[in-house]
């Protein structure tokens, strides 16, 4: 079975995609990481994440990037979205995503466009989502979690950039997919959100 899950920054999809995977025993693939992995690559090299040219060039990342800690930082966030918007860098990081959605067995995989363009046919769609401040908050709560100092409305401005960039740019934005369950979470804690998650994918039929 493929799971396609996708959602907004901080919207909890990778909660609840990493609890599917568990619960279904299905491997796990963070599409985000890819896109972060290409723009602080992009970044480090001198690159301008808004150059096409230069942020292809980024794809080659090694696969150590993306355990670097630097990932999750604001900066690679801001430049993930930024390289997203370009299709040769959505082209290049393709390949490596639709083989782990259609490796046997099945898979789960989380980011903006699973169900969309990755694998339109997976069996269950999911699309997460909550309001900005509440996804603004659990962003800023992770990060100073994780020993950032960061300003809440920075955290905001930034969620509401990236919504705007993913949801505008003209390759795969950022949409439901038709066929997928919505799956909103401004009023579900974690173990709620994954509760919901495992019923509305253990309620859809194979195809
Ligand atoms: N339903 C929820 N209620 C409260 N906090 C949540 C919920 N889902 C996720 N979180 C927390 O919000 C933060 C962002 O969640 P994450 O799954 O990484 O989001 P995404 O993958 O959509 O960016 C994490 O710290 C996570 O523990
Ligand atoms: N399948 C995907 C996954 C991420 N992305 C881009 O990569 C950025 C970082 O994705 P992420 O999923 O790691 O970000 P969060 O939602 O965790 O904040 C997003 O803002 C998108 O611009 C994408 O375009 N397509």
């Known amino acids: 079975m493929i799971i396609a899950v996708d959602g907004p920054a901080a919207s909890g999809k990778g909660t609840v995609a990493r609890a599917l995977a568990l619960h279904f025993m299905l491997p796990y693939l963070d599409t985000g990481l890819l896109y972060r992995a290409t723009?602080?690559?992009c970044l480090r090299h001198g690159g301008d994440p808004s150059n096409e040219a230069e942020a292809k060039a980024a794809t080659g990342f090694s696969d150590a990037m993306m355990d670097d800690l630097e990932i999750r930082s604001e900066a690679a966030?801001?430049?993930?979205?930024?390289?997203?918007?370009h299709p040769a860098v959505r082209q290049a990081l393709l390949e490596r995503q639709v083989d782990f959605a259609t490796q046997p067995g099945g898979?789960?995989?989380?980011?903006?466009?699973?169900?969309?363009?990755?694998?339109?046919?997976?069996?269950?769609?999911?699309?997460?989502?909550?309001?900005?401040?509440?996804?603004?908050?659990?962003?800023?709560?992770?990060?100073?979690?994780?020993?950032?100092?960061?300003?809440?409305?920075?955290?905001?401005?930034?969620?509401?950039?990236?919504?705007?960039r993913d949801s505008s740019r003209s390759a795969a934005p950022l949409k439901r997919a038709d066929d997928a369950a919505l799956l909103e979470t401004d009023d579900l804690n974690v173990q709620q959100s994954i509760a919901a998650a495992i019923a509305l994918v253990g309620g859809v039929s194979p195809r």
């Open 107 to 164: 898979a789960v995989l989380d980011g903006r466009d699973i169900g969309t363009v990755i694998a339109p046919h997976a069996e269950a769609k999911l699309f997460v989502t909550a309001s900005p401040e509440t996804r603004a908050k659990r962003r800023f709560a992770q990060l100073v979690g994780e020993g950032s100092k960061v300003a809440y409305d920075h955290v905001l401005t930034d969620i509401l950039a990236r919504d705007e």
């Open 39 to 41: 723009g602080l690559q």
């Open 77 to 85: 966030s801001r430049a993930a979205s930024v390289v997203s918007a």
